[in-house]
């Protein structure tokens, strides 16, 4: 500012001093110092926005972010872990568990589906981050929505093996007399000359040779829909409705122990050996029908002999001999 200026004076045709007014000149220093300022914190601004300086706040609020960061990197790790045992669980849930109950597998498509429709990450669009939060966020939903596949899978499975299970119960699959009181196994199921004709006929049920009074067993679980001597041949029987098509058939009894509409489990004690009717020795005529058609009660029995009794069974059912009817 102390640059001196001039003027031409063309009275005296010479150069004289312009002397500034002295407000002029403290204004024009004060002038120089507001735009020295301005500039300055325009500097410092631009400066700041570059990244070059950070305050000590943004410093904070980065390694904030990259503690975030390393925090979303490990629940992604642990959600690893997760979808692997979900995927053991589901693998075992198709190939044992719905294959053994003879249920459908469940497509994996399904299992893995995610969210259609909607946009459900549209709050979370936007940010630096959103690519990784959006990620992260949507694997956990599909983790989320596997489980609760999962979870209703498990639920029809105890179901299924409920219904197996009274299935299992209610099947005549035990032997109707204890081993140890069988005489000898009389007759099995098939072609056998008749005892009173001794004409060939075809036997629909097995004998099991035992003294009268031997107690005989429902062979499965079921309710008793007969207990009497109207049957022409069977003499004293009891039939057993089993459900699921079953019924089971104990005949030429000498007596109950069960009345018509009882409930009966496995292994009770319904009747005792006898010989009333079309018999010819004190012995247990046993059919067990399937869906109206009396089929070989031998198939039943793997609940209730040990395979050498079984084979000795088969030996002896198999005999075409005289049956006891
Ligand atoms: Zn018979």
């Known amino acids: ?22 407000s002029k000149r403290y204004r024009n220093i004060a002038f120089f110092f507001l735009g020295s300022f301005l500039f300055g914190l325009l500097g410092l ?57 003879e249920a459908n597998p469940i497509p994996e498509e399904q299992r893995r589906a995610g969210f259609g429709g909607i946009n459900r990450y549209k709050s979370l669009e936007g940010f630096n981050n959103s690519e990784m939060v959006i990620a992260t966020t949507q694997r956990l939903d599909i983790i989320k929505k596997q489980m609760a596949i999962q979870s209703k899978s498990l639920d029809e499975i105890t179901k299924l093996a409920e219904e197996k299970e009274k299935l299992l119960m ?47 067993y429902a062979s499965g679980n079921g309710e008793v829909t007969r207990a009497d001597n109207n049957s022409s041949g069977y003499g004293k029987h009891i039939r057993i409705d089993h459900g699921y098509g079953y019924i089971s058939l104990y005949g030429h009894l000498s007596n109950y122990n069960v009345k018509v509409g009882q409930k009966v489990k496995r292994g009770d004690l319904i009747g005792f050996v006898g010989s009333t009717g079309r018999s010819e020795a004190p012995h247990l005529h046993y059919e067990v029908w399937k869906d109206g058609d009396r089929i070989n009660p031998i198939n039943f029995y793997y609940g209730s002999l040990s395979p050498e009794e079984f084979e000795n069974m088969l030996k002896y059912a198999n005999q075409e001999n005289q049956s006891l009817d």
């Open 1 to 22: 500012m102390s640059k001196v200026k001039y003027y031409y004076d063309p009275d005296t045709l010479s150069y004289r001093k312009i002397e500034p007014e002295k």
């Open 45 to 101: 601004i631009l400066l700041l926005n570059t990244n070059i300086i950070n305050t000590p706040r943004e410093l904070s609020l980065q390694r904030e972010v990259k503690n975030y960061e390393l925090q979303f990197e490990l629940l992604n790790k642990k959600m690893e872990q997760i979808e692997d045992v979900l995927a053991n669980i589901e693998d075992r849930d198709n190939n044992i568990y719905r294959l053994y109950f």
């Open 170 to 216: 209610s099947i005549p699959a035990i032997q109707p007399i204890n081993n140890e009181d069988l005489t000898r196994m009389a007759s099995g199921y098939g072609w056998r000359s008749d005892p009173f004709t001794k004409a060939r006929k075809m036997h629909y049920g097995m004998d099991f040779t035992a003294p009268k009074g031997t107690p005989i």
